[in-house]
């Protein structure tokens, strides 16, 4: 009896033996499958450069998955609103040359409706998606669009209003300068320059005098009637959007 008890006991250790074994087998499996699990593991020189070559090849490179969006979708991506805005007014003074300040505040309100007309063409036929611009990565909505553009027009035309007022000042102060150096010097140079700068105030119509003293509350409301006209139309698309802000005069 004792000789059967003490044998079940020696079969009963071989059994926990190969048991641990086993274990230890899975362990190294895991640890070959995970090599970040918190498990004490003495690698060589060359296996250490190799688990580095591995994890850097795995980790997902944020330029790389933006341009797999771009080539999956031209609109898959995000966009600040207030510098495209402000890219849009820049190309469009550049191409009407000298522009007065009527002229670019017409010009805010051209990039304001062409940003429009994309968004709201884009969504309705299912082009446009624009993403957050946060971990939350999610297409926006056409309204949550719309939100965003209103107050990057907004922010732009209060941005315009404070740099028309810096050069008016700067503009009448340069004309007193001029005139008052002209009168007394006397000098031939400086009168031509006197009346050259005269002349193109009066050739934009824009003598600071003159300009309006509310612009940026006129764009505003020029953007609110834009708003208003453009929501009769039966098919928004960039042609009859550019249409509605065209005829439009903001002073």
């Not at 009168?191 to 509310?214: D, F, G, W």
Request: glycine share 4%.
């Amino acid at each position: 009896m004792k000789i059967d008890e003490r044998f079940q006991q020696c079969n009963l250790i071989q059994t926990n033996q190969d048991k641990n074994i086993g274990t230890r087998k899975q362990i190294k499996e895991c640890t070959d499958l995970f090599p970040d699990v918190p498990v004490k593991v003495d690698l060589s020189a060359e296996g250490i450069a190799q688990y580095r070559k591995t994890i850097q090849a795995n980790m997902p490179d944020q330029e790389e998955e933006k341009k797999l969006r771009i080539v999956l979708n031209d609109s898959f991506t995000s966009i600040n609103y207030n510098m495209e805005i402000s890219a849009r007014v820049n190309e469009i003074n550049r191409k009407k040359g000298n522009a007065t300040v009527k002229d670019r505040a017409q010009s805010i309100m051209e990039a304001y409706a062409s940003l429009y007309a994309e968004i709201v063409e884009g969504h309705e036929n299912g082009t446009r998606n624009m993403f957050t611009e946060s971990y939350e990565n999610r297409p926006l909505t056409k309204e949550e669009e719309l939100e965003k553009l209103n107050q990057a027009f907004e922010d732009y035309t209060d941005f315009f209003e404070r740099c028309v007022q810096l050069e008016q000042e700067h503009a009448m102060g340069l004309e007193k300068e001029i005139v008052s150096v002209y009168k007394k010097y006397g000098a031939k140079k400086l009168e031509s320059a006197a009346q050259a700068y005269q002349q193109a105030i009066a050739a934009k119509t824009e003598n600071p005098e003159q300009m309006p003293p509310n612009i940026g509350e006129l764009i505003l409301n020029a953007g609110k009637l834009f708003l208003t006209n453009v929501s009769s139309l039966n098919s928004i698309n960039h042609k009859s959007v550019m249409g509605v802000v065209s005829a439009i005069k903001i002073w």
